[in-house]
């Protein structure tokens, strides 16, 4: 072992070795440098880190659910040895309100239940800071080659002095990192100042990814920032403090912007350049997000997707051009109190797509509450649209879409809501049942008097029509009669002369 040891370290460079052993959680190429002695300080010179606090885990001080009322214990829980740890938690709010406690029969008094912090314990707290701190000192110092890291990859699950957070983060952007992933779910790591300007000066990142808790601060005292490198960008839970009216990131080669519940200051507009831009993905699902604007300067957009309880953005995509192979996807969640402005953000936003070719719309209805103000036959003609998918929407926003999507060929329906017979009657033939339609699709159907009406006005109306497919509601049990029943109502309708056939699928 020793021999084959001695011929892997003369023929591989320590720098090499350091190279493969950065394909490892940084905890592991330490662990496995200091099995030789020849080999001991070879994680010194690897050009990745990934560290991961879990990795140092002490479950007994992790974050754990009251067993009275369910709610996270983000600070301390109350446990009693008289019962066991896995069997009792109490949170602090119901240490204080109950005097006695029965778990199981056992009474259980405050004096017999001891305090625990999360993220607490020598082992855990010491070791993993002691850690961090030594790998960033040695990967620097032993090897000046190292200075600027390929990655660096930090996972927070546990609380932390922030000084020692703000430390490591100001460190590894000061070191030119190029890739920076910082993930810190359940604790919030407020920014220092200093951090946030290591961070808006960080000329040769290529990827940054912070997953934090609603809402990390990042002071922005300037109008603009460059990040000349930036392929990937990928932030949740930020806040940015802007002191400007018209922020600007300028962001020449980024291919991929995601936000999910990120804010900036009231009355501001985040202005973002990136001509090679290619993805699009917004989710804000943080229903008192109050409305902000947001405007992109892309010319080759393959991808746009939001994804929230309703549309708290202003999105400008004007300046936005969309590749011939373009797609949208918009996905509202039911709520009782939609997100206000949604309405209008949603008309608005409609009008940027009409050079996409696929379209994916659930919660459409948003187009016909308010058909004065915003009616969906008001939108401009989507000229290039091919494939339409939308669910959860009304009648008027399906004959709205057909009558705005000449060259329309593939329809794929998912929820329709109740509506008159009549109402379809009286509706005029979207020109694409007459020219263009040639498959329609219906999901998760069950049969109602609704589906089957659309399913008779396109098979009727559809001179082009060849094919019409039923995926049925996996939840009903009894799926042969259910197809049977509409296989017998369908095949009674009159057919357009291209139609060629049916299929019938349990949708999964």
């Not at 917004?282 to 080759?300: E, T």
């Not at 953000?345 to 379209?359: D, G, M, R």
Request: include cysteine.
């Amino acid at each position: 072992m020793e021999f084959e040891e001695d011929i892997i370290h003369r023929k591989l460079s320590p720098k090499l070795i350091g190279q493969i052993l950065s394909f490892l959680p940084t905890r592991d190429a330490v662990r496995t440098s200091v099995l030789s002695k020849k080999w001991a300080k070879n994680w010194t010179f690897i050009t990745k880190m990934d560290i991961d606090d879990g990795l140092y885990y002490d479950e007994s001080h992790s974050i754990q659910n009251c067993t009275r009322c369910k709610d996270e214990c983000n600070w301390e829980f109350y446990v009693s040895d008289k019962v066991g740890f896995a069997d009792f938690i109490l949170c602090k709010e119901c240490y204080i309100e109950h005097h006695v406690l029965n778990n199981n029969g056992t009474n259980l008094r405050p004096t017999e239940l001891r305090e625990v912090k999360v993220g607490g314990g020598k082992k855990f707290g010491e070791h993993f800071i002691k850690f961090v701190y030594k790998a960033l000192l040695l990967t620097q110092q032993n090897n000046p080659n190292s200075s600027m890291l390929e990655r660096f990859s930090l996972v927070i699950d546990n609380r932390h002095d922030i000084d020692h957070l703000n430390t490591w983060i100001s460190h590894i952007l000061k070191r030119g990192v190029k890739n920076l992933k910082i993930h810190s779910p359940f604790f919030k790591i407020p920014f220092y100042d200093s951090t946030s300007s290591y961070l808006l000066n960080s000329t040769l990142l290529e990827g940054l990814e912070f997953v934090l808790r609603m809402f990390t601060i990042i002071n922005v005292p300037t109008n603009s920032v460059h990040f000349g490198h930036l392929k990937h960008l990928k932030l949740f839970g930020i806040f940015f403090d802007l002191s400007s009216d018209i922020f600007t990131l300028s962001l020449p080669t980024l291919k991929t912007f995601v936000i999910k519940n990120c804010d900036w200051s009231i009355g501001k507009e985040l202005n973002v350049e990136a001509s090679l831009l290619e993805v699009i993905f917004i989710h804000q699902d943080f229903i008192d997000l109050p409305g902000r604007s947001i405007k992109f300067n892309a010319s080759c957009l393959k991808e746009f997707s939001y994804y929230g309880d309703g549309i708290s953005h202003q999105i400008n995509l004007s300046g936005c051009g969309f590749l011939s192979n373009a797609s949208v996807k918009i996905s509202l969640k039911e709520c009782e109190n939609i997100i206000p402005n949604t309405y209008c953000f949603a008309f608005q936003l409609f009008h940027h797509f009409h050079q996409v070719k696929c379209i994916k719309l659930e919660g459409s209805e948003v187009l016909t509450q308010s058909e004065v103000v915003y009616p969906v036959n008001a939108l401009p003609e989507l000229g290039n649209l091919i494939h339409l998918e939308i669910g959860l929407v009304s009648i008027e926003v399906v004959l709205g879409l057909l009558q705005r999507s000449p060259v329309l060929k593939t329809i794929v329906l998912k929820k329709i809501r109740m509506f008159d017979k009549e109402r379809l009657n009286l509706a005029a033939v979207p020109e694409c049942l007459i020219s263009a339609l040639q498959i329609v699709k219906f999901q998760n159907i069950n049969g109602d008097k609704q589906e089957l009406l659309l399913a008779e006005f396109f098979l009727e109306k559809g001179k082009m029509l060849k094919r019409m497919s039923f995926y049925i509601d996996p939840k009903l049990i009894k799926f042969e009669s259910v197809a049977d029943f509409i296989q017998k109502k369908v095949c009674s309708f009159k057919r357009g002369p291209s139609f060629s056939f049916f299929t019938y699928h349990k949708c999964y």
